[in-house]
T-cell receptor, first 113, second 115 residues
Framework: SQQGEEDPQALSIQEGENATMNCSYKTSINNLQWYRQNSGRGLVHLILIRSNEREKHSGRLRVTLDTSKKSSSLLITASRAADTASYFCATASYTGANSKLTFGKGITLSVRP | GAVVSQHPSRVICKSGTSVKIECRSLDFQATTMFWYRQFPKQSLMLMATSNEGSKATYEQGVEKDKFLINHASLTLSTLTVTSAHPEDSSFYIC???????????FGEGSRLTVL
C-alpha cells in the first residue's frame, strides 16, 4: 500500500527558481528518503533524513522532516533544466531484520530553460 | 556509488511465454534484494523481498507462482514472469542492499511488453 503522498503531483518552474515538493505519510517511520527518476530509468538516491532529524542539506537540496505532522519537504534551490525528473519520497520502516521502503506517487518536476 | 545492473533493459514477448529478468550487484554483496513494479506515471509498488539463500517474501496481492524470484547468490537475483499476459506489461525495477539496513541501490529497470 502507498505510504507517502507527494504534492503537488506536477510542478513546472523556470530555471533558477526554487522547487518545493511535499510528502505526507501515515505510519511511524525510521527514516524518509527522497529519490529521483529520469523518464524510463532507475531511481537515484538523493537524501535520507532520520526520524530524529529535522533538517538536512546536500548541495542544492534541503530536506525537512516534521514527524508530528508526518510530513517532509524537499527544496531544490536554483533549479536547472537537468533537474527535470520525477521525484519520489519513500518511508522506511523496519520489519524484523529488514527495512522496507514504501514509495509515494511521485512529483513530476519540469524546469524550463 | 555501488552499481546494480538489470538485464534485459527491454523485452518484448508473446502472451503465454515466460520472461526472466536478472538483477546483479556488481561491486558489493547484496544480502537482500527487492523487486518493484511501476506502471506509467505511477509509483513503485514493492512486489517481493528476497534474501540470499531463502525463499522470497511476497507482498499481499502478488502471485508467487506468477512472479518467481530466485536469489541464489549474493550478487544475483532473478525475477521470472511466468505465462506472461498483456496486463503484466510494466517497468520492473530491482534494488539491492548489503547486510543490515544499508543504503539501497537501484537497477536501471526492465521494461516488459507482452503482446
Amino acid at each position: 500500500s502507498q505510504q507517502g503522498e507527494e504534492d503537488p503531483q506536477a510542478l513546472s518552474i523556470q530555471e533558477g527558481e526554487n522547487a518545493t515538493m511535499n510528502c505526507s505519510y501515515k505510519t511511524s517511520i525510521n527514516n524518509l528518503q527522497w529519490y529521483r527518476q529520469n523518464s524510463g530509468r532507475g531511481l537515484v538516491h538523493l537524501i535520507l533524513i532520520r526520524s530524529n532529524e529535522r533538517e538536512k542539506h546536500s548541495g542544492r537540496l534541503r530536506v525537512t522532516l516534521d514527524t508530528s505532522k508526518k510530513s517532509s519537504s524537499l527544496l531544490i534551490t536554483a533549479s536547472r533544466a537537468a533537474d527535470t525528473a520525477s521525484y519520489f519520497c519513500a518511508t522506511a520502516s523496519y520489519t524484523g531484520a529488514n527495512s522496507k521502503l514504501t514509495f509515494g506517487k511521485g512529483i513530476t518536476l519540469s524546469v524550463r530553460p | 556509488g555501488a552499481v546494480v545492473s538489470q538485464h534485459p533493459s527491454r523485452v518484448i514477448c508473446k502472451s503465454g511465454t515466460s520472461v526472466k529478468i536478472e538483477c546483479r550487484s556488481l561491486d558489493f554483496q547484496a544480502t537482500t534484494m527487492f523487486w518493484y513494479r511501476q506502471f506509467p506515471k505511477q509509483s513503485l509498488m514493492l512486489m517481493a523481498t528476497s534474501n540470499e539463500g531463502s525463499k522470497a517474501t511476497y507482498e499481499q496481492g502478488v502471485e508467487k507462482d506468477k512472479f518467481l524470484i530466485n536469489h541464489a547468490s549474493l550478487t544475483l537475483s532473478t525475477l521470472t514472469v511466468t505465462s506472461a499476459h498483456p496486463e503484466d506489461s510494466s517497468f520492473y525495477i530491482c534494488s539491492a542492499r548489503t547486510a543490515g539496513n544499508g543504503e539501497l541501490f537501484f537497477g536501471e529497470g526492465s521494461r516488459l511488453t507482452v503482446l
